[in-house]
C-alpha cells in the first residue's frame, strides 16, 4: 500500500465546477464504481461531499492506468489531475459537467467485497446495516443527515447563546432517583455496594443552576432510560436542555418558538409564522385523541355518547356511564377507498391499543347507512348520529366504545392509520403547535396509584395548588407545555416548583414520606431555604427533531451508532459479558438462573 507522503488534499470531490477547469487538483476517497473500457479507465470517486468522474488515460500516464485497471469497489485512492469540460454530460450529477483526467494515482488502501452496497437504496436489512454501520454511514442520504444533524446542533448553539443562555456540562454520575422511567445502574469500585444512576434528564442539577444565579442555561446532553423502545425511541438520546430564571411559561414558549423558527428556515429554508397555535390538553385530548396530535388532516374525534345512551346495540348503550364514552371519527368521501379487508386490519391496529372493537358505518347515497351494526338503532338514532357526524354520501364512520383513555388511545391511532393508508401524511407539511395545561398527575396502570404525569416537580397552575392535598388529583392543572410538530412532541418543559413547602406538598401528594421525600431529594429541598428564584424550562430531543427535518420516521436513521430494537448494538454487541475479576472488584454476583 502506498501512502499520502507529502500529498495533500486541494478539493472534496463533490465541490469541483466548471469554474475549476484547467485546474490542477489533489482528491482523496473511496471507489465507487469503476468501467474499464479498454485504452481508458473511467471511475466514480466518493467522499462526503459527492462524486466525481475520474479518467485514466493510457496515452496519459501509463502506471497511473495500470494501477487504475486494478481498483475494486470501496477502495480508497489519492489522485492528482487535471479538470477538464466533460464531453458527455451528467446533469443529474452536481459535478456532471467535469472531469479530472488523472495524472498520478496511489492506492492507500484496498477493500474486500463490502457486505452491503454502499447506495441509497439497498434493501438491505435494519440489523445489517446496523453491524456494518461504519458502511452503512458511507451511503450519502446517511452521510446528509448527520450533516444535518450536525447543522442543527450549531444553530441550537448560536441561537441560545445570542439569548443570552450560558451552555454548562452537568454530572452523568449521579444519584438513583427511581421515579418514571428505569435508570442505568453504575457500580462504584471505590464505594462498595453503592450505585450511580445515569441521568434521564439533568432536571435537578438545571434547576440548581437556577438557584445558583446562572439565570439561563443550556446544554445539548446525553440522557438514558432503561425503557422499551419504538421507532422514535432509544435508550441512550440527546436532548436540547434549557432552563430560564424569573420567567413565566409565555415566555419560555416565545424564546424556544424562536428557535424553531430559526432551525426550519436555516436548514429547509421554510417559514414558521409565530406564533404558533396553542391548544389545552383537554381540547387536544376531545378533537385528537392524543396529547401530540397530528394536525395535518381532518378525522377529528366525535362524542356521541348522549345519542345512544338508550340504543338497543348494548356495547354502545353500556359505555355511556361516567368514565367511559362512544365516539367516533368521519373519514369524509373515502368510503370506496377502504376495503373490507383494510377495515380488518384498521380494526386489528385499535385492539392493539386495548379497544375491544371498531365498529363503522359507511354512507351511501340519501345518507343510507350500510354496517353490521345498523339494526340496533332507530330511524331517529342513526339521523341523530349521522349529524352530530356531519355524515354525507361517500362517508366512512369509525367508533369506539369503552373507557375513555382506551377511546382516546386507540381512536386516536386509527385516525393516524387510516391517514397512513390514505397517504395523507405529507412530511414536506410542517403542521406545530402547544399543548398546555397537562394534567398534574396520572394513574399508573399497573399499581393504580397517581403518578407524576411529567416529573414531580412541574409547578400546578396557581388556582390548583390549594388542592394538592385533596382527593380530586386528577382534576389538577399543569404549567406544563409540549411542542409538537406533524403528531410527534419534540420538546417539553415546565413552569416548576420553587418553594420548598409546594414541593413537600407534592411529594406527599405522590405518597412519599417526608423521610423518603428527604432521602432521595434532600439536596434539593435544602437548596430551596436559601432564595430561590421563579424558574422554568424545557427538553427538546433533538434525535426526534433531526428525524423530523431529515423525513423520515425511524430514529435510528439520525444517530450515528444506535441499538436495534433489544437495546443492542449489533457492530459491538454491547452489551457483553463483563469478566469475573471485573464482578468482583465491583463485589457483583451475575446468577441469571435465579432470576423468576
Known amino acids: 500500500m502506498e501512502t499520502l507522503n507529502g500529498l495533500k488534499r486541494t478539493h472534496y470531490c463533490g465541490d ?3 469554474s475549476n477547469i484547467d485546474e490542477e487538483v489533489v482528491l482523496m476517497g473511496w471507489v465507487q464504481k469503476k468501467r474499464n473500457l479498454g485504452g481508458l479507465v473511467f471511475v466514480d470517486l466518493r467522499d462526503r461531499s459527492g462524486l466525481c468522474q475520474i479518467i485514466f488515460d493510457t496515452d496519459v500516464d501509463a502506471t497511473a492506468f495500470s494501477k487504475a485497471e486494478k481498483l475494486g469497489s470501496e477502495f480508497v485512492i489519492a489522485l492528482k489531475g487535471k479538470v477538464s469540460e466533460r464531453s458527455s454530460k451528467n446533469p443529474n450529477m452536481p459535478t456532471g459537467d467535469i472531469e479530472i483526467v488523472a495524472s498520478e494515482l496511489r492506492i492507500l488502501n484496498k477493500s474486500e467485497t463490502p457486505p452491503i452496497y454502499i447506495k441509497d437504496d439497498d434493501n438491505v436489512s435494519e440489523e445489517l446495516r446496523l453491524k456494518y454501520r461504519y458502511l452503512d454511514l458511507r451511503k450519502p442520504s446517511m452521510q446528509k443527515t448527520l450533516m444535518l444533524r450536525s447543522r ?8 441560545l447563546s445570542s439569548n443570552n443562555f450560558y451552555e454548562i456540562e452537568t454530572p452523568f454520575l449521579i ?6 422511567a428505569r435508570d442505568y445502574l453504575v457500580p462504584s469500585r471505590v464505594n462498595e455496594g453503592k450505585f450511580y444512576a445515569l441521568p434521564q434528564s439533568p432536571q435537578l442539577f438545571k434547576q440548581l443552576l ?3 444565579g446562572m439565570d439561563r442555561y443550556f446544554q445539548i446532553v446525553k440522557c438514558f432510560r432503561d425503557e422499551d423502545l419504538r421507532a422514535d425511541r432509544q435508550p441512550e438520546f440527546t436532548q436540547i436542555d434549557c432552563e430560564m430564571s424569573f420567567v413565566e411559561q409565555q415566555d419560555v414558549m416565545n424564546i424556544m418558538e424562536k428557535m424553531v423558527q430559526t432551525i426550519f428556515k436555516e436548514t429547509l429554508n421554510v417559514e414558521v409564522p409565530l406564533p404558533l397555535p396553542v391548544m389545552t390538553y383537554a381540547e387536544a385530548m376531545q378533537r385528537y385523541g392524543s396529547d401530540k396530535p397530528d394536525t395535518r388532516f381532518g378525522f377529528e374525534l366525535t362524542d356521541i355518547s348522549d345519542l345512544v345512551k338508550t ?11 361516567d368514565g367511559m364514552s362512544v365516539r367516533g371519527i368521519n373519514v369524509k368521501g373515502q368510503s370506496e377507498a377502504i376495503s373490507k379487508k383494510q377495515l380488518s386490519k384498521i380494526e386489528s391496529h385499535a385492539k392493539t391499543y386495548k379497544a375491544k372493537g371498531l365498529a363503522w358505518m359507511r354512507i351511501g347515497e340519501n345518507r343510507e347507512v350500510t354496517s353490521p351494526i345498523a339494526k340496533f338503532f332507530s330511524e331517529e338514532e342513526l339521523t341523530s348520529i349521522l349529524d352530530r357526524m356531519d355524515a ?7 367508533f369506539v366504545a369503552d373507557k375513555n383513555t382506551v377511546v382516546f388511545d386507540s381512536l386516536g391511532q386509527v385516525r393516524l392509520e387510516v391517514a397512513r393508508r390514505l397517504d395523507m401524511l405529507d412530511n414536506s407539511v410542517y403542521n406545530m403547535l402547544w399543548v398546555t395545561e397537562f394534567p398534574v398527575f396520572e394513574e399508573d396502570e399497573e399499581n393504580g396509584r397517581m403518578v407524576a404525569k411529567h416529573h414531580p416537580f412541574t409547578s400546578p397552575l396557581d388556582e390548583d395548588i390549594e388542592r394538592l392535598e385533596g382527593d380530586d ?3 389538577l392543572r399543569a404549567k406544563a407545555y409540549d411542542i409538537v410538530i406533524n403528531g410527534y412532541e419534540v420538546g417539553g418543559g415546565s413552569v416548576r416548583i420553587f418553594n420548598a413547602d409546594v414541593q413537600q406538598k407534592m411529594f406527599k401528594a405522590l405518597g412519599m ?5 428527604n432521602e432521595k431529594f434532600g439536596f434539593l429541598l435544602d437548596a430551596f431555604k436559601y432564595g430561590t428564584p421563579p424558574h422554568a424550562g424545557i427538553a427538546f430531543g433533538l434525535d426526534r427533531l433531526v428525524m423530523i427535518l431529515a423525513g423520515t420516521t425511524n430514529i435510528k436513521d439520525v444517530i450515528a451508532f444506535p441499538k436495534n430494537q433489544s437495546a443492542v448494538c449489533p457492530m459491538t454487541n454491547a452489551p457483553a459479558v463483563a469478566e469475573d475479576a471485573q464482578l468482583n472488584e465491583l463485589c457483583i454476583k451475575v446468577d441469571i438462573a435465579d432470576k423468576e
Open 210 to 212: 437556577m438557584v445558583s
Open 16 to 18: 469541483l465546477r466548471e
Open 513 to 517: 414520606s417526608e423521610e423518603e421525600a
Open 392 to 398: 354525507q354520501a361517500g362517508d366512512l364512520l369509525l
Open 152 to 159: 442543527v446542533a450549531n444553530i441550537v448553539r448560536n441561537y
Open 473 to 475: 388529583k386528577a382534576s
Open 175 to 180: 444519584k438513583p432517583t427511581p421515579e418514571g
Open 311 to 321: 340504543c338497543g346495540f348494548g356495547v354502545f348503550a353500556n359505555a355511556t356511564v
